[in-house]
């Protein structure tokens, strides 16, 4: 009798580079072959050197993809729900955010796996990593080599979560609108910081971006900057209600205002939220009343208003299924 789970079961990429942290990194792959995923491995930078063949054979049931060799498992059409790459080299890593690379390997890498994580020396990390490619997700690696056991259970247990978020939200899509006001164009930063953010910390809640407005379940209007009235002056206005009649019924519409508007005296309902950015939090406003989601060490307020809207999204989905 075939196995009903097996099909199911999530595929890991991991790429080995040099390093004691690549050497330990096997016990990342058993715990994932223990949660019952299908692990394979890729050897990058040399990583034959520090890592065994027969190590990876009974890790993984098959023979490490590498520069010289290309098990069976290269030429599958399945893709990996995600890939790993432990302290690849300075250039790897510059190969692997430019996404332009003709090494064989590393390009089955991003071409197999929507999503990347790089565990990384701290000195390697960019200082913004918010502005890079959202499918790049950055960890540093500890100093000292006895705490690479403790690291790698927690990022076993975040992937394993980033996996459930993936497959629970992954019929889920947002549309993030930014839309600055014609004539202060030449002026205003078309990209700023927080809004790249933002948009990283969605796509890592598991949404994607929808093609269309009409077709998102989260509608996000994100510009909170002034406004020109009549006379061409600046002014902060109060935004106005639902402008966009072509959205879902079920659609969840966000309402960014400016910091300078009394967020208490605005209208909201149950499908039109309103956030508001202040020092180092957001300020949300619902009908049940206004809460502080504040930026903390190691999540910031992005991440945790996107969880948010995350089960939100749930809530409203399972009520609509008891109501049919």
């Known amino acids: 009798m075939k196995s009903r ?33 299908e692990v394979k ?43 790993i790459a432990v302290a690849p080299a300075s250039l790897t890593q510059q190969l692997l955010q430019a996404r332009l690379t003709s090494d064989p390997v590393l390009e089955f890498i991003l071409q197999k796996s929507p999503t990347l994580w790089l565990l990384q020396e701290p000195a390697h990390i960019p200082e913004e990593t918010d502005d890079c490619d959202p499918r790049l997700i950055f960890r540093p690696l500890p100093a000292q080599p006895q ?12 992937c394993t979560a980033w996996l459930a978020n993936r497959r629970k939200n992954a019929k889920k899509s947002f549309w993030l609108n930014y839309q600055i006001p014609e004539q202060l164009k030449i ?9 790249a953010r933002f948009d990283h910390a969605l796509r890592a809640s598991g949404l994607s971006q929808s093609a ?20 061409n002056r600046l002014v902060f206005a109060e935004p106005e209600p639902p402008a966009h009649p072509q959205l879902k019924a079920d659609a969840l519409h966000i309402v960014f205002v400016a910091p300078e508007l009394p967020l208490e005296s605005l209208a909201t309902d149950e499908k039109r939220l309103l956030a508001q950015r202040q020092n180092n939090s957001l300020h949300v406003a619902d009908r049940h009343g206004t809460r502080v989601i504040p930026d903390l060490t190691g999540q910031c307020c992005f991440a945790r208003f996107s969880s948010q809207l995350v089960s939100h999204l749930n809530r409203t989905l399972s009520e609509r299924e008891q109501q049919a």
């Open 212 to 231: 269309s407005l009409s077709d998102a379940d989260l509608v996000i209007d994100a510009y909170d900057g002034p406004q020109l009235d009549a006379n």
């Open 147 to 158: 705490q690479l056991s403790t690291f790698f259970q927690k990022i076993f247990a975040e």
């Open 5 to 37: 789970t097996r099909k199911n079961r999530s595929r890991i990429l991991i790429a080995l580079g040099k390093g004691i942290a690549s050497s330990l990194a096997s016990e990342l792959a058993m715990l994932f072959c223990h949660s019952g995923c």
């Open 41 to 83: 491995i890729a050897l990058i930078d040399n990583g034959h050197e520090w890592v065994s063949e027969s190590v990876v054979r009974q890790i993984s049931n098959s023979a490490a993809l590498t520069a010289t060799h290309r098990p069976g498992w290269f030429f599958a059409p399945l893709a990996f729900d995600l890939a």
């Open 187 to 195: 002026i205003a930063n078309l990209r700023p910081a927080w809004l």
